[in-house]
């Protein structure tokens, strides 16, 4: 039926699509298919007791407060909590280099309100994050992309890209979403020495990065930066950071945070004060209470090792299962890894069989900005249990040889 | 120190000003004064403890669920509650008209996201929510507006803006901030008539009309308009309403919703997509799990007895102390009323008086979209107990009248 809002939609809104994922996720309701198609966090490793005795005491002796409205720079000792974080790395960071956001999707909504004019370029990986596609999209956003390897965005193709002018640099330096890769020291070292040179920003967006389940942590691109302007003390703010509480405590809170100079977190404020006026400070407090005291360290430990069982259980099954010619990632961390098909197969054209076979995952097309990925997919280890996880990718591996056998026969 | 952010913020940051009222705010938060600036509801009929039951309840039994990512739509039960008590005029509001918000700012956000093109004009009261300013200005939003008397807009205005061709026209119909004036019922007849002839949707933003203290309620235009079309069961959809559970639960758990056709809740989740995903499950369940079985109309009854004595205090305090030539509205509900000062004379002005006098308001100014009503304030009434309501008014006369006197003298 007409209404007489029907045709007063905004312009911008033809570049706005439903996310490919969320409407195959739909797809994916029936309970006997087994999804890798989520990025969903383990419910098992939710820490529900912490936060049910976090939520009485925070009502209870700062109910007022808590149930108010709150800043828009957010909780103040959670600022504190996470700036003290952010300096462990010897950068020296404090509460006013911390914006709080109702997730990290709303970090990169806010960036691309304060800093993307239509028509502006932002240089990508390709394949990159989705959300930021469909946050930056919105403000008219268009891309340059470079693409990655197992060691991450290949820094070789940077200078050319950077030469364009490109507002700024969105790398996720941590197994990746959707490859699972991580950037490699060097080239990290290299996107800092490139950036620096052509004047160009970086931001570094980093939700996974606490979840390694193996190696050494590397050096976020942030700290870098810093080190090699100031010695290692001062943030030198040329690279805005982001992380979030989904992936370590639970994504049902919406609790994220954005590192970024003080002018930068100014004019984000502003942005946010017109956006949502502020971040739950319910939902904030909570968080700060389950955190403190080191209990966040001892619960990321917790989640490390169901999934690092989960990733070995999926690479051990992708080995048994997959037909020659298919290939994947190795992420050392994360939720996700990332396969490809033989050159010429579609991932789009396979899901329908995939289904057929009761599995799903996410074809790879929607995570290239300029096209391309056909063949690609993303699949999460961290959501299905690992006896699931064997059987979804015997289903994946025989919808994969059915595809092929009659694209023989075709 | 500067960095490569500082020259690379987007043109729409140039309108993007820090609201008034939050920098007063600041100004305000020496506990010697008493503060009718904000707009906060009073923390003593926050209802604690039935929200430490319902967190507890939740998560025991639905922690999985609460501390997920959920649906950009929204937590179902808590949309059909909301589609149910929409519904009690009669006109007919399912789930699927319904989307849950980050609060109302969010649903402002989104509405200038997914309908303002730079340039468009939107038509709103004089004075109007400034909120919706700070919203749709960064969209590149200009106004075209109709002033307001105690019965609300004044609708023998409004034909000539509407010829203007306004993208929809923004009002508040009860209780209204800043105003505390309600549209009366033969004014909302005549917006829904010349609405419809120049074929030019509503959004009708109403955070406070079940605060009533006296009086009975005014159908909401959204069912006027429903009613002149379909003899009254089904919902047009020309009119976009806004409500909230910040007013009648509490603001820090971030909850509002947006009823509108099913054609434009697509878009606005779409749009929400990229902005924040979808609103804290957890607080959406503990929402719905609070409101449920009558206890929400039985809260808003206490919420009113608190606010009507307030507001008493506030107009019986107003009528003993203020000076000849003050004029003020008389609301019926909500947590606002309007102080006009003697021409001439400006509130800003007499802020920084009001201040060493150990009293705060919000100057009028910002809520003109156009300009003007710079001998205006908006005074709250929900957030001070009594006794203090009447030392401000006290406190808040004495700076007018020496503020009088030096302008004499001057």
Known sequence: MPTLWDHRFAQRTHRMKSSAIRELLKLTEDPEIISFAGGLPAPEVFPVEEFVEACTKVL???????????????????????AQHTSRYGIEVTAENILITSGSQQALDLLGKVFINPGDHILTESPTYL?????????GAEYVTVPSDDDGIITDHLESALRTGPKFIYVLPNFQNPTG??????RRLKIVELADHYGVPIVEDDPYGQ???EGEPLTPIEVLDSQKHHNGHCYTGNVIYLSTFSKILAPGIRLAWVVAPPEVIRKLVMAKQGTDLHTSTFNQMVAYEVSKGGFLDRHVQKIIQVYRERRNVMLESLSEHMPEGVRWTHPRGGLFLWVTLPEGMSSLELFKEAVKQKVAFVPGESF??????????????????????????SRLARAIKNALASERRG
Do not use: H
Request: glycine share 12%; proline share 6%; aromatic share 12%.
């Open 60 to 82: 209870r002796e700062k109910g007022d407060w808590a149930l108010q409205y709150g800043s828009t720079e957010g909780y103040t000792p959670l600022r504190e909590m996470i």
């Open 131 to 139: 959300g930021a596609l469909q946050a930056w999209n919105l403000y």
């Open 181 to 186: 890769v991580t950037i490699s020291l060097e």
């Open 211 to 213: 979840l390694r389940f």
């Open 368 to 393: 290239f900005p300029c096209g391309g990925g056909e063949n690609t997919m993303r699949l999460n280890f961290s959501m299905m249990p690992p006896e699931k996880i064997n059987e979804g990718i």
